[in-house]
Nanobody, 115 residues
């Protein structure tokens, strides 16, 4: 099993910044990809940013150019730097790890963008 613990998040104003962090523990050798997804109220969970085991990066269309994912494979961590936040970035953000043995999720952390 893999456990994911998220930190960060909270309240930010439009145009502001926040940073989310996620640390994996347990059977981390099972992990290939790590990233972040988000789920806004009444919407489906959607990709925010992903870093594959091979180093490739994918971003959701709505965050391209504003968010940056950082992954430290040695420490089994993945961070999400969120800049120029918008109202529509308000959501619960989930850390995700994928591997040959499964798909793992963190407990989620709330990000609220409000003036």
């Amino acid at each position: 099993q893999v456990q994911l613990v998220e930190s960060g998040g909270g309240l930010a104003q439009p145009g502001g910044s926040l940073r989310l962090s996620c640390a994996a523990s347990g059977s981390t050798w099972r992990i290939n990809d790590m990233g972040w997804y988000r789920q806004a109220a009444g919407k489906e969970r959607a990709l925010v940013a992903l870093r594959t085991g091979g180093g490739a990066t994918r971003y959701g269309d709505s965050v391209q150019g504003r968010f940056t994912i950082y992954r430290n494979k040695a420490k089994n961590t993945v961070d999400l730097q969120m800049n120029n936040l918008k109202f529509e970035d308000t959501a619960v953000y989930y850390c995700n790890a994928k591997g040959i043995a499964g798909n793992y999720w963190g407990q989620g952390t709330q990000v609220t963008v409000s003036s």
